[in-house]
């Protein structure tokens, strides 16, 4: 009988984890939140993640269930592990990819490197904040932020009222997470697989360059890396990983200081962005180790397959027209690109697709998968 994996949310990180499956033998199952999503052709059911009674239904017949986001609630979590399903990554893990107060609190006792950072309740609390920070601070809602979505850089406590008087609003009341300004020199990304049983592997450190808030392009390694950086990354995301207990996936995103260090930015229990160049550029892509590693079975080699490797994101997609009449001109122009699409209508700002290239000479990778991509703009 064939392994079974079910996947609570039917977005892009579903469907790239249905190929691998298949190769595996591996039976995927996904629960999505509406009909018609990236993941419709493994798409099982389709319902709320938020009710309890609908993810246990789906969970019934798997024997595991991961996640294509870390949005599923507490308490449906924990209905899962109280009926005896093997959940991966856990609850625990989870509540800290929920809540980046929970994050930062976390980080501090395992002595991770990390910005300063304050949980502040009202305007005072925030300006004292600022004050202490050179009068510039990032501000971020604790839960739901995304791709940019819910981060300020505020040089005023006012900056942020709408956000108090939206805490004050809540019955439960809360906080929202203040950081310094990082004078950072470049962003990072640091992948790592886990399984339930300790097998730990580490990525190659990759740079990333982000678009308003977004991801748009990742390279694999990391240029001018040098071993102790490259070294000191590995040990950090090894250390979170196993620190938290995390089971599958974990992208730990990094900002490389002017003075060469690097602090912890954010947590990713989950394929994640930074890592898509490893469907055609690593041994084995993050979406089957994903699956390796919730199944407990032995992780395959994180190893380059090039010296370069380049992942552009297809942002938005065409102003006119689909992406499906783009791939004959794509594919003639630069037939070294990889393009992968998520089966979702353009629109500005969404991610629709991206392209993958892998070679020896960096600046040609570089170029051939901006210019493949560039088909789809």
């Known amino acids: 009988m064939a392994l079974r994996v079910g996947v609570v949310g039917g977005g892009q990180l579903a469907r790239m984890m249905i190929a ?52 599923v609630p507490q308490d449906v979590l924990s209905a899962l592990v109280d009926a005896g399903v093997a959940v991966h990554p856990g609850p625990a893990p989870l509540a800290v990819a929920q809540d980046k107060l929970v994050m930062r609190a976390r980080m501090a006792e395992l002595g991770m490197p990390q910005p300063d950072w304050a949980a502040v309740s009202d305007q005072a609390a925030l300006q004292e904040f600022l004050d202490a920070h050179g009068g510039r601070a990032v501000v971020k809602t604790p839960r739901g932020g995304y791709d940019g979505k819910g981060v300020r850089v505020v040089s005023a406590a006012t900056e942020a009222d709408d956000w108090f008087t939206a805490l004050a609003e809540d019955a439960g009341g809360g906080a929202l997470l203040v950081e310094e300004l990082v004078d950072f020199t470049r962003e990072l990304a640091q992948q790592v697989a886990r399984r339930p049983s300790g097998e730990v592997r580490a990525y190659p450190l990759v740079a990333t360059t982000q678009r308003d808030g977004v991801c748009a392009e990742v390279i694999a390694p990391a240029p001018r890396a040098g071993e102790r950086l490259e070294r000191a990354a590995a040990q950090i995301g090894v250390a979170v990983a196993e620190g938290l207990g995390v089971t599958g ?49 032995p992780l395959g080699s994180t190893d380059a397959i090039a010296p370069w490797s380049v992942m552009i994101n297809i942002l938005g997609g065409p102003a006119e027209g689909g992406l499906t009449e783009r791939f004959a001109p794509a594919m003639a122009a630069h037939p070294t690109a990889k393009i992968h699409t998520y089966g979702k209508d353009p629109r500005p700002g969404r991610k629709v697709g991206h392209v993958n290239v892998s070679g020896d000479d960096l600046d040609d990778v570089v170029y051939e998968g901006r210019a493949a991509a560039a088909f789809f703009a």
């Open 249 to 297: 996936m974990l992208a730990v995103e990094l900002f490389e200081t002017s003075d060469e260090r690097i602090l912890i930015n954010e947590l990713a229990m989950r394929p994640h962005n930074s890592g898509h160049w490893t469907q055609d550029g690593a041994v084995t892509s993050q979406f089957e180790q994903h699956l390796r590693a919730v199944l407990d079975l």
């Open 20 to 71: 691998p499956a298949e190769e595996l033998g591996i039976e995927i199952r996904v629960l999505a939140e509406t009909e018609g999503m990236s993941a419709a052709l493994a798409a099982t059911a389709v319902g709320d993640y938020r009710d309890a009674d609908t993810v246990l239904r789906f969970a019934r017949d798997v024997d595991v269930l991961t996640f294509d986001h870390e949005h």
